[in-house]
């Protein structure tokens, strides 16, 4: 059993859920520490207590959104088809972005810069595309780099959701162009 909640952990977490909702709307340099202080009713001081200052709560509500993305397809069961499991990966992402669309556009984009660098860790939301595409490309279903494959996918898939976040595709039209969309990405990096 974990410890118990405290009100530091309340406050964490309403300064962490402010911080994502400014964070999606909002440049990043036009966000006080005063401001997100005041969204979460609580001290400007607890901002440098909680996550010494507006960078490491920056960082936090980024953690949480790889977090999120990567139980979320981490999720995704593994079948003997990789190509299946590829567009359930696909299928995951879009549900995951569309249910935390402040998160999804926190990490992905819009008003914040988006930095890929960096090791690919056990809870890298890319860890379960990359083993689908390695699976794939086992089983002659895909040829070619991984990670060219793995940008492609992702391209395709992210400017859908980010389309469909934005309010350019409607439900009906967005859903219409996944079905094509993702397959056709695949059938581009046939064997």
């Known amino acids: 059993m974990g410890r118990p909640r405290t009100n530091d952990d309340s406050v964490r977490d309403r300064l962490i859920e402010s911080a994502t909702e400014m ?19 609580t001290a400007t001081a607890a901002v440098y207590s909680l996550f010494d200052g507006k960078d490491g709560l920056i960082a936090e509500v980024r953690n949480r959104a790889v977090a999120g993305l990567s139980r979320e397809l981490s999720a995704v069961p593994t079948s003997d088809d990789p190509l299946a499991d590829l567009y359930a ?9 569309r249910e935390h669309r402040h998160l999804y556009t ?7 810069s988006f930095d890929p660098s960096g ?15 390695d699976r794939a490309r ?14 492609s996918l992702w391209v395709t ?14 439900t009906g039209a967005a859903e219409a162009t996944f ?13």
């Open 23 to 41: 964070f999606a709307t909002r440049p990043r340099e036009s966000i006080t520490i005063r401001a997100l202080a005041a969204a979460a009713g």
């Open 89 to 97: 990966l696909a299928v995951a992402y879009r549900r995951w972005g």
């Open 106 to 112: 926190v990490l992905f984009g819009g008003v914040q």
């Open 119 to 133: 090791e690919v860790g056990a809870a890298d939301p890319v860890r379960p595309l990359i083993e689908a595409i």
């Open 138 to 151: 086992s089983a002659a279903a895909l040829s070619g780099d991984a990670t060219s494959i793995a940008l």
């Open 157 to 170: 898939l992210h400017g859908l959701v980010t389309l469909e976040l934005a309010g350019a595709l409607d």
């Open 179 to 191: 079905r094509s969309a993702i397959p056709a990405a695949l059938r581009g990096w046939a064997a």
